[in-house]
DNA sequence: AAAGCAATCAACCGCATGATA
DNA sequence: CTATCATGCGGTTGATTGCTT
């Protein structure tokens, strides 16, 4: 029996430790190993969107909505384009934000544009000066991304140091001690990033054996990790 | 206080694409 | 070449939340 609806945080504890451990070596078998009554495609959704440590929540910034704005412009529905020049943010945090705000913004700027007789269209950083420096298109990708745009999986952090500068406003993973979090090691060693992502034939996938155990279980620490500081940030 | 309505956003669904047998 | 499977993407839905009356 597959479970819908909104997860529970006993299900994004299972997630979590599954993937943070092993990978997501095949999302079909993943929440059978895990022990989630869910299909993959959920399982995969709900780390891409929401339990991936890299996730930024919180409100847009007016930076990344005159890129939404200007790309979308340019791409049209490629949300999964702009997400990746858009570094913590999703595919569908970008639709649905865009759906929410920024489509309706624009019919009302231009419907007052339209109005005021003067013809000069203001976008939405004409009152932010700081933006005016290159918002082409072109100068957005340049800056975000470099001359081309990158792949989706362009903005999950490589191996090389990038949770330097962590893109995460409300969950810092940088507090918890490595000493004290064994689960964490994962999050934070170089392999953890490409681990999931690479399909280069060189992540084995757990055997049988190990993945019988309940591994959820295992992991106190995190579970309560989870409970008192991840999840709270997500309500 | 409660009912009605609108806005928001997490999650699902269907289709497209690519890999592999 | 074709069939099958896994994954990714974009559109849409529906539950929840907040606001108004």
Request: hydrophobic share 30%; aromatic share 10%; with cysteine.
């Amino acid at each position: 029996m597959v479970r819908k609806g909104t997860w529970t945080p006993e299900e994004d504890n299972k997630l979590i430790a599954y993937v943070t451990r092993y990978g997501s070596w095949n999302w079909r078998q993943l929440p059978k190993f895990a022990g989630l009554e869910r299909c993959g495609k959920s399982c995969r959704l709900r780390w891409l969107n929401y339990l991936r440590p890299d996730v930024k929540r919180g409100n847009f910034t007016q930076q990344e909505e005159d890129t939404i704005i200007k790309l979308h412009q340019k791409l049209g529905n490629r949300w999964i384009v702009i997400a990746a020049n858009l570094p913590g943010r999703t595919d569908n945090e970008i639709k649905n934000h865009w759906h929410t705000n920024l489509k309706k913004r624009l019919i009302k700027n231009n419907n007052s544009d339209a109005n005021d007789g003067t013809g000069n269209s203001k976008d939405t950083n004409s009152d932010n000066p700081a933006m005016e420096q290159d918002n082409t298109v072109e100068g957005v990708l340049e800056k975000n991304s470099g001359p081309n745009i990158t792949s989706p999986l362009s903005s999950i952090p490589s191996s090389s140091g990038t949770m330097d500068t962590p893109t995460t406003t409300e969950i810092s993973y940088e507090n918890y001690v490595l000493d004290e979090l064994p689960l964490m090691d994962a999050f934070l060693n170089d392999n953890f990033w490409t681990e999931p992502y690479i399909m280069d034939g060189s992540y084995v996938p757990p055997n049988e054996e190990t993945t019988l155990l309940p591994i959820w279980c295992e992991d106190e620490y995190f579970s309560a990790m989870y409970d008192e500081q991840l999840w709270s940030h997500q309500q």
